[in-house]
């Protein structure tokens, strides 16, 4: 066998990708081959891809549109990053975890808009915004992230991008391309169509993407749910193989930008977007996305609506990057309109309804400037600032006395405004050092107005609530450190330190019922608990060192293995209690110590350390002729969350996990045959009475071959039928009647999807 597979070819590959999808010239993955052919001077006009910046890691971008195909949920590209994987939700509403933190410890950019969630459940996460196909890169920063894109969070900063416009040559006048798909799977029935559009000028380029998708709820491999009545509250019959409140319909994304290049170093960007949604479930959750409202007859009598829009997101994101002699400025400002809905997908249970609705504003914006003090030397300063607003309110309905017959004010006139400053030097000392160093300062302020809820019922906690202060202040002090020591072409050795603060959310201070069924709604980790706000919360402060390792040849085309080891300790992490008796009488005794029934618990500040190891590595076995080429890849990873408080274990954290594909490439087909083993997960949160689940090894075949102009993707995922359980996928409440406690038994964990056999056609023009 011989290798096959020069570095410069992949290089060249992934950086005229874009182009050759764009402006229709001839596809270098489809061309195959091994043949040498002296080319033509070709001017490219465009920014050259640049290596991963210090600290971050990059998903593949020759592998997106397979990943793409698999899947609605743009979180869930990021499981193909060592030590990222992600909290389970509604279908397209994923939360990414990266190195055991997740949700608001991450500090996650979508077009560079800093988004917020405005949910009790955080059902409309910032990267849900997004639909998979429009997503051009993705950078994750874990642990430490440089100062100038992190702050308020701990956990590392996740960069979501679509593709940069592109503009017609000199010579070219207009320019257009256009993408079309549609994809298919077979587990749910999920179904979807993208479109991308583009036409450019020199100093002019226009940008248009929509796409859609829906499904119903998809099916495990085998039957998971307890027995008892509690499954038969729901409108219609749900088989025990089926996951309810999986669905999904109506989910909508569209995007239009203007770009303009008055001159070749100067661009300005406005970019309008929406993204509308008909309905929601959520398996792990009391609530689902659906809309609901009162009847013509009685204001206070519900109905469902699936077919009107119940989550709608609307932005505005303008930004200009300009390129001086001194260096390089860059500016952003962008508005984000949410209004919320959650009521009941009737298959949970049809005795009753319960609207909830939340409506948020975020305005946000960056003023950055990279200064080239010497060919060593760049210094980048500069200032960002957030300013989100919430109402969060729940209608009176004919309940009785617990949900009649005032809103419910769960948060009113919420306020979370952010400011920050940063410094950041980075030096290239000499060809194989490099150092980064950064010092940064924030301050958040929070706020909320006065509780109010259904019925005096709620008068004794709202009295409480609203007798106290609620604004707080905190003030953050993040510094960063990085080296890279490049001793030769074979080696790469990476480490770093890193000091990063996090604020309390508005849902972590806020919240301030003892009551069961509203406490229950306040939950954004899938635990199937009930949650009471804590406005003496403090800020976390993380502690992190890191050190990576990066072996591989000359050309980084033939092997590499990476490896990296991370320690991260953190102050007053936001953990939670068991409510006690003696802290409100609304909460039993038994609360305290039941270790198999869902329970109240209340936010508090301890201490928590988690550690871990990530590997991945890649090897180009070599070609045969006929055959085509061979590779293997892996990917393993391993964290522990200890709460240094109590001697519990973290919520949620990941066990350990390996990942290994042999790919075959011939000509235009590349197929996958890829095998995931995930060990049991046992380390489990008492105080939270997580459920432990089994370890399962499942298998995937994935096989795409791309033409000129087009592109086909099929594959079998879960080849062998495996039935197993999401260990991060949260307690199954998503059937039966979810607003008691315990209503739902407790201790089934969301299933993994069974087989699905999967297809996906794009057509470039």
């Known amino acids: 066998m011989t290798h096959q597979f020069p570095a410069r070819s992949w290089a060249v590959l992934f950086s005229v990708f874009p182009l050759v999808a764009l402006s229709q010239t001839p596809n270098p993955a489809s061309n195959g081959d091994e043949a040498t052919t002296t080319l033509s001077t070709v001017t490219v006009d465009a920014t050259r891809i640049e290596d991963a910046p210090p600290g971050a890691v990059q998903l593949e971008k020759h592998n997106l549109p397979a990943w793409r195909a698999n899947t609605s949920d743009t979180a869930r590209l990021l499981e193909n990053i060592p030590g990222v994987s992600s909290y389970g939700a509604g279908g397209i509403s994923s939360l990414p975890v990266v190195q055991g933190l997740a949700d608001d410890r991450l500090r996650t950019q979508v077009d560079g808009m800093d988004l917020m969630t405005a949910c009790p459940n955080h059902m409309n996460p910032a990267m849900s915004f997004i639909d998979p196909t429009r997503v051009a890169s993705i950078e994750v920063y874990a642990g430490i992230a440089p100062v100038s894109v992190g702050g308020d969070s701990i956990g590392g900063s996740i960069l979501v991008k679509p593709a940069p416009p592109k503009f017609a040559k000199a010579d070219e006048g207009y320019i257009a391309s256009g993408e079309l798909g549609a994809f298919y799977r077979s587990n749910g029935y999920a179904n979807g169509t993208n479109l991308s559009l583009m036409l450019a000028s020199e100093t002019l380029s226009l940008n248009y993407t929509r796409s859609a998708t829906e499904s119903h709820n998809y099916w495990a491999a085998d039957n998971f749910k307890k027995r008892g009545a509690w499954k038969t509250l729901g409108e219609r019959s749900i088989p025990d193989h089926i996951v309810a409140a999986s669905e999904y319909r109506g989910s909508e994304n569209e995007d239009i930008s203007l770009a303009w290049r008055p001159m070749r170093n100067h661009l300005f960007k406005i970019g309008y977007g929406e993204q509308r949604l008909d309905y929601s479930g959520f398996p792990n959750q009391r609530m689902d996305m659906i809309s609901s409202g009162p009847s013509a007859d009685d204001p206070l009598d519900y109905t469902i609506n699936k077919g009107k829009p119940s989550n709608v997101n609307r932005t505005t994101n303008i930004s200009y990057v300009g390129q001086y002699e001194w260096g390089e400025l860059e500016g952003r400002y962008f508005h984000q309109n949410l209004r919320h809905h959650m009521d009941y997908i009737q298959d949970r249970f049809a005795g009753m309804l319960m609207p909830m609705d939340t409506v948020a504003t975020t305005d946000g914006g960056l003023i950055k400037a990279s200064i080239g003090l010497s060919e060593i030397h760049t210094l980048r300063i500069g200032s960002d600032f957030q300013k989100y607003r919430l109402d969060d309110w729940w209608p009176p309905i004919n309940a009785g006395v617990s949900m009649c017959c005032n809103d419910f004010w769960n948060i009113r006139e919420g306020e979370r405004d952010r400011v920050g400053y940063f410094s950041e030097w980075e030096a290239r000392w000499t060809p194989a050092w490099m150092s980064l160093l950064g010092v940064r300062y924030d301050t958040v302020r929070s706020d909320a107005g006065a509780a109010q809820g259904y019925s005096n019922s709620y008068a004794g906690d709202a009295k409480r609530f609203n007798a106290r202060e609620h604004e707080r202040q905190d003030e953050h002090y993040d510094a960063s450190a990085l080296f890279r020591y490049t001793p030769n072409l074979q080696q790469t050795y990476d480490f770093g330190v890193a000091r990063k603060t996090r604020s309390p959310n508005l849902y972590e201070r806020y919240p301030w019922s003892y009551n069961s069924m509203a406490a229950l709604m306040n939950n954004f980790v899938g635990d199937g608990n009930a949650y009471i706000g804590n406005p003496d919360l403090k800020q976390e402060v993380a502690h992190t060192v890191s050190a990576t390792g990066d072996w591989?040849?000359?050309?980084?085309?033939?092997?590499?293995?990476?490896?990296?080891?991370?320690?991260?300790?953190?102050?007053?992490?936001?953990?939670?209690?068991?409510?006690?008796?003696?802290?409100?009488?609304?909460?039993?005794?038994?609360?305290?110590?039941?270790?198999?029934?869902?329970?109240?618990?209340?936010?508090?500040?301890?201490?928590?350390?988690?550690?871990?190891?990530?590997?991945?590595?890649?090897?180009?076995?070599?070609?045969?002729?006929?055959?085509?080429?061979?590779?293997?890849?892996?990917?393993?990873?391993?964290?522990?969350?200890?709460?240094?408080?109590?001697?519990?274990?973290?919520?949620?954290?990941?066990?350990?996990?390996?990942?290994?594909?042999?790919?075959?490439?011939?000509?235009?087909?590349?197929?996958?045959?890829?095998?995931?083993?995930?060990?049991?997960?046992?380390?489990?949160?008492?105080?939270?009475?997580?459920?432990?689940?089994?370890?399962?090894?499942?298998?995937?075949?994935?096989?795409?071959?791309?033409?000129?102009?087009?592109?086909?993707?099929?594959?079998?995922?879960?080849?062998?039928?495996?039935?197993?359980?999401?260990?991060?996928?949260?307690?199954?409440?998503?059937?039966?009647?979810?607003?008691?406690?315990?209503?739902?038994?407790?201790?089934m964990t969301v299933p993994g999807r069974g087989r699905s056999f999967n297809v996906a056609l794009n057509l470039f023009f």
């Not at 590779?631 to 919520?651: F, I, K, Q």
């Open 552 to 747: 591989h040849d000359e050309n980084q085309e033939r092997w590499n293995f990476k490896a990296t080891a991370y320690l991260t300790y953190v102050e007053d992490f936001i953990d939670a209690e068991r409510c006690k008796n003696s802290f409100n009488s609304q909460c039993t005794v038994t609360n305290e110590t039941t270790r198999d029934e869902y329970v109240k618990l209340r936010y508090i500040n301890q201490s928590a350390r988690l550690y871990g190891l990530d590997l991945s590595g890649r090897r180009l076995l070599g070609r045969i002729e006929g055959l085509g080429g061979f590779s293997v890849s892996g990917m393993a990873s391993y964290v522990r969350g200890e709460n240094r408080t109590t001697g519990d274990n973290l919520y949620h954290i990941m066990p350990p996990n390996v990942k290994l594909a042999l790919i075959h490439k011939q000509g235009g087909l590349t197929t996958t045959f890829e095998t995931h083993m995930v060990a049991s997960k046992t380390n489990t949160s008492q105080v939270r009475n997580e459920s432990e689940t089994p370890g399962y090894t499942l298998f995937n075949l994935r096989s795409s071959y791309e033409w000129k102009h087009a592109r086909i993707d099929a594959a079998i995922e879960n080849l062998f039928d495996r039935f197993y359980y999401l260990p991060l996928g949260g307690a199954y409440v998503g059937q039966g009647n979810s607003m008691t406690i315990n209503g739902i038994p407790w201790g």
